[in-house]
C-alpha cells in the first residue's frame, strides 16, 4: 500500500505538459505593412488575452514620419462598437490602448495626412480546452485523496486505503491519458474565429481577377498620382475582401519603369472592399511595369502584372533612388558564380551596414525582373541581421535580368540595383 501511494504520489508531481495546438492563432500579433503619406510603416494589432479588455495598436515606421500623429478607430463589424485613438509612428513605437468589448470581426481605419486606410481584422481570444479541465481536475482530484488520507491517518485502515489509493490513481490515469493524447486533438477553434464551412465551394477559392489602373488614366512626370488595383471574383463577380496577410502585407506591389531606373516596392492602402490604392510619383514618362504579390483565404499565393504610361518630360530632380530619396549604395552585391547559368542556383550576397532590422517579417529581400518584363522573382534572407544579407536564386533562363536587394535600418529602407547577364547552359 505505501508502494501504492508513492507512486501515486510522484505522478502527481510529474508536471503537466502543455499541448503544442493551444495557441495556434488567438493571442497572436497581427503585422500588415501599409505605405501611407508617402512613408513605409507597420501596423502592429497585439493579441489580445480577454474581452473586454485592451487592445494595443503600434505602428512602426521604416522612414521619418512627419505631421500629427496617426489617427485610429477600431469598430466592430458585428454591433457597431467604435473606439478611436492616436499613435505616433516610431522605430520604437508607443502603443495606444483602445478598449474592445467582444471577439469577432473587426475594422481597423489608420489615417494619416489626407490617406486613411480601413484594415479588416478578427479579435481572437483562445477557448479553454475539455482536455485542460480534465488534466488539472485529475490531478487536483488525487492530490485532495491523497493529502486527505494522509490527514485522517487512513493509511492505517488498509480498506479505505485501497480505496483512497485507487481513486487517486484514476485521477492521475485520467490526466496521464489526456497529456497523452490530447495533442492528437485538433484544438477548438478560438473564440470571434470565422465559421468553419466543410463545402467544397469554401476550400480552393479561385484566383482574383485584377484590374489596374492610375488616376489620372495618363499621369504626368514629377506629378503624384494613385495606382489603383481592383481585385474581383471571376466565378460571382462580387470585390475579393479576403485577402490575407503574407510575409506582413495584404499585398506586395513593385512598381519599376522600363529601364529599371525606377524602383518602388510599396504596400497599398485598402480603401474599399476589394479595392487597394497607392499614391506615387514618377519623375521620368515612360512604360511603368506594375507586379502585385496577394493571397486569397483558402487559396494559393498569386503574382499579377500590369502596365501604365507617364507622359510629359523628364524632371531635374530625377534620380535613380528606391524609396528612400538618397542617392543609391555603391556596394555591387557578390555573386557565386560570377557568371550566372540558367537553371542553376547562384548564390548572391550584399555587405550590409551595422544595425540592420526585420522588415516584412525578413532580414532582408531579393526582387529579379527579365528585361522584358515578363519574369518577376521575390525571395527573403531568412537569417538574423548580420555584416551581409545572403540570397539563393535559379535564373529562369539566359539574358539580362534587373535586380534589388532590400533590407531595413535605423532610419529607412535601404535599396541595391545591380543588373545581372545569365548565360545558357552548356549541352553535351
Known sequence: MIRVLCLTAALVLVPAAPAAAHNVTAGADLRIAQTIAGAEVTVVVKGTTRVPGPLWIGVVAYQPVSGPPIGLEVRSAEDGHTVTGTVRAAANPQYARLQVERTGPHELRLSAGNETAVIPFRVLVERESAGGVLIYGGLFVAALLLVGGLLTGTPARPGRAMALAAGAAAGVTVAAMVIVFESQV??????????????????????????????????????????????????????????????EALAHVIVTSEDGRYFRHVHPLRTAPGRLEVRLSADRPGRYLAHAELEREDSGGQLVAADFTVGGTVKASATDSGETGAPAPTVTPRLRPAVPVAGRPTTIEAATPAGVRAWLGMTGHLLIRSQDGDFFGHVH????????????????????????????????????????QVTAPETR
Open 186 to 247: 485538433p484544438a477548438p477553434a478560438p473564440e470571434g474565429a470565422a465559421p468553419t464551412s466543410t463545402t467544397s465551394a469554401a476550400r480552393g477559392r479561385p484566383y482574383a481577377q485584377v484590374r489596374a489602373e492610375t488616376v489620372p488614366a495618363r499621369p504626368e512626370a514629377g506629378e503624384e498620382f494613385t495606382l489603383r488595383v481592383d481585385l474581383v471574383d471571376g466565378s460571382t463577380g462580387r470585390p475579393v475582401d479576403d485577402l490575407v496577410a503574407h510575409h
Open 381 to 420: 534572407e531568412m537569417g538574423a541581421p548580420g555584416s551581409r544579407v545572403r540570397f539563393t536564386f535559379s535564373f529562369p533562363e539566359p539574358g539580362r535580368f534587373l535586380a534589388w536587394v532590400q533590407y531595413a535600418i535605423a532610419d529607412r529602407i535601404v535599396t541595391v540595383p545591380f543588373t545581372v
